[in-house]
């Protein structure tokens, strides 16, 4: 079983690398280098989220749909394909969408589309074939192992990243974003390779009903977050939350680059420096766990992201890469501990049988945050930076309106009250939750 984990593992990673460039390097050098509009680069960072809810349709596809007697396997397979594909010719389309605006669109919808539909079609197979590998016991476990191995390979893919365009010029960027896409794509057929069991008809037949049960659509999720008064509370406090935290996630990297003068190497790293204290985060959440309730708990987490949102709009305006690192490191614990303690209150306020619905609508709040905050924090700083001309005073704006945000979602916090829901008696270890969370 070990075997088997650390394979899925290896799945995860490859999708995961395929990323790191893209969220990392490529923004940076889209809006700073190349002056694109930081709303055109959200709107097509976001194309994965914007046709996320595509993955129960998937999902069900492969529920029923076989080849060769494998059921997950050909989607994964091609998922990879696409995702590679997507992050190799990701920097081409940065360059022709600098020179050509149309052209640039038309290149960038395909290849960013790409990648968006191969992390849509790679990640509710491998989530579904962890499930049937593991079964419904082993299933957290395994997931914990996917979601850690995955936070080590954004680290290391980030450090190499950013050693590999040094000095930075277009043709390593290109260069470097297709080693990347090579070596993910030789890690996920390592992967897959004898991961999956061949199933015969009577025996597939049989799990296809039990598989059904466990997908649930959009409007499912919606109907169920909406029947329930402290369940729709808590999903909007989610939903405003998420919107903060995920929505800083192409800005923090150009920010760098044009207040603080860092170079594209420097700017690489920040990805890694996230990763250790979101690590960091988990032993602290473990911890402190068994000390406070895990309400207070999502508190500190919420006041840490708020202090690291302070403290990177302060940087801006002092000028100061040291105050701009303390922010990042705020904001990374706060990052760990907020959605740990959150999945863990959600769980709590979980009835029996409905855990799969509950954990779904974290993925469809995550999405959709993604999507919104990607978007807001983008049209913000161009917004700013049109009336004002100054690109940093745009980016001050975006984080003390996250800052704001997370503020509101402190006051909210204190109107959830936990009793109204039944409490689970399934418990999950620290490290499983956040992996929850993650993969979602």
Known sequence: ML?????????????????????????????KELAISATLVALMASLPYLISPIQVYIGSHSDRIRFFGLRRTPYIFLGL????????????????????FWLGILVGVLAFGAWGMGYNLAAVSYLSLASEISGKDGRSRTIAVMWFMMIVSIILTSITLSRMVDPYTPEVLKTSFQWIGGAAFLLGIIGLL????????????????????????????????????????????????????????????????????MSVTETTRITSIWGVFVLVALLITGWLETRLDKRSLAAWGGWAVL????????SGILLQASVFYAGLVFLGIGTGVSTVSNLSLMLDMTVEGQVGL???????????????????????????????????????????????????????????DVNAFRKRAEDFPVVERAALAGDA
Not at 81 to 100: K, Y
Request: charged residues 15%.
């Open 307 to 314: 202090a690291g949102f302070v403290m990177i709009a302060l």
């Open 81 to 100: 394909i696409l995702c590679v594909a997507g992050v190799s010719f990701s920097p081409f389309v940065a360059f022709v969408l600098a020179e050509n």
């Open 3 to 31: 075997r088997r984990r650390i394979q899925l593992g290896l799945v995860h990673v490859a999708i995961t690398m395929t990323l790191v460039p893209i969220n990392s390097t490529l923004n940076r050098v889209m809006i």
């Open 358 to 416: 509950f954990i779904g609508a974290w993925g469809m709040a995550n999405a959709i945050s993604r999507l919104i905050g990607s978007i807001l924090g983008g049209a913000v700083r161009d917004v700013v930076r049109q009336i004002t001309g100054d690109s940093v005073l745009g980016y001050i704006m975006v984080f003390t309106i996250m800052a704001f945000m997370v503020f509101v979602t402190l006051i909210m916090l204190r109107q959830i």
């Open 194 to 261: 004898w991961l999956e069991n061949r199933e015969h008809q009577v025996e597939a037949d049989a799990d296809e009903d039990a598989q059904a049960e466990e997908r649930y659509s959009w409007l499912h999720m919606a109907r169920g977050v909406i029947d329930n008064p402290q369940a729709r509370r808590f999903f909007w406090y989610l939903i405003l939350l998420l919107v903060a935290i995920l929505g800083q996630d192409i800005l923090l990297e150009p920010f760098a680059g044009e207040a603080f003068e």
